[in-house]
């Protein structure tokens, strides 16, 4: 019986120190919970990773650019970098305007003004573009591409596939560094980047995470096999060539004074009497070779295969021009060719430049 007592009491205490202790939380401990009103208009949310004050710093610098030629037309996009009291300036790629006759551009309300080519490299694939300074309400500031590292944030601002998608955002990471991509005649040293850009990005900036750019997009590979790799020009190359391209100045390169093919373009060598023996596998082929040219003096001879330039591995043509391309008029390079089962070299001096 007393042992019944006992648990009785014991019961008795236990419910009133938690009827206390219920008194002492809700008077005393702060309220940690989240109350939500239900009126929707009044719900504010706010992100700590957004980028919506760096996408704002940028977005009316952006522009759809439309580029009429015979053959149609070519769509893009390109942002102002620059104005003055007279123009606004635009950068863009080449590949976005080559052959216009005429070019338009397109702001973030929609709408549309006419814009001058002033100055455009196809080996940079870098335009530049002047508009009505009235035209141009935001330049976009312009970063530091030398400092991008691996796993930085970045978004891009842009036109996929034309007017209809004008002004669309996304947002990735730097994939990779100094990458070598191309086509046709034209490699670039590029930014890789996981960031979705289609046709129609073009042109449109690269930029870190407080909307700084740093570079301009330019391309994308893509297959069955390939989730979608994008990359984009580094901006301090880009603006090493804007100063003469505003001018409309062109960018000097040197010149060999040769007709180059790639050691497996079997039909082309054929057309010019060239058999290389099977062994090759890797250089730019010398098809022609004019008199009186650098490449003529040096003693090279058509049917010479390039190997090497002062001690670089040379793939194909597009790698040839490419580090062809770095030295300016007047260097003197040395040259590694294969010719007749033998591998010889010879100094080049680069004193003729290549006609725009």
Known sequence: MRERTINISMLVLAFFVGIIGTI?????????????NRNESAVTITESNSLKSSIEKVYDAVFLIEASTRMGKSTG???????DEKKGYLITNAHVINNATTVSITNSKGETFEAKILGSDVYADVAIL????KNVTKVAE????????????IFTVGSPLGSKYFGTVTKGIIAGKNRLVGSNSVMLEAIQIDAPINEGNSGGPLLNINGEVIGVNSMKLASDTIEGMGFSIPINTVMSYVERLEKGEAIDRPLLGVTISDVDNTWQLYRYGIILDRSV??????????KGYPAEKAGLQAGDVIIEIDGTKIEDTSYFRYVLY????GDTIKIKYYRNN?????????????EA
């Not at 596998?281 to 004019?290: D, K, P, S």
């Not at 770095?326 to 008029?329: A, E, H, P, R």
């Open 24 to 36: 002492v939380v809700y008077k005393f401990i702060p309220n940690k919970s989240v109350v939500v």
């Open 342 to 354: 033998h591998i010889y070299e010879t100094s080049v001096v680069l004193n003729k430049k290549a």
């Open 326 to 329: 770095k030295y300016q008029v």
């Open 142 to 153: 312009i970063g530091d591409s030398s400092k991008v590292e691996l796993g930085d944030t």
């Open 281 to 290: 596998e890797y250089g730019a082929v010398l098809a022609t070779v004019e």
């Open 77 to 83: 996009s390109g942002f102002a970098y620059k104005k």
């Open 130 to 133: 002047s508009t009505d300074a």
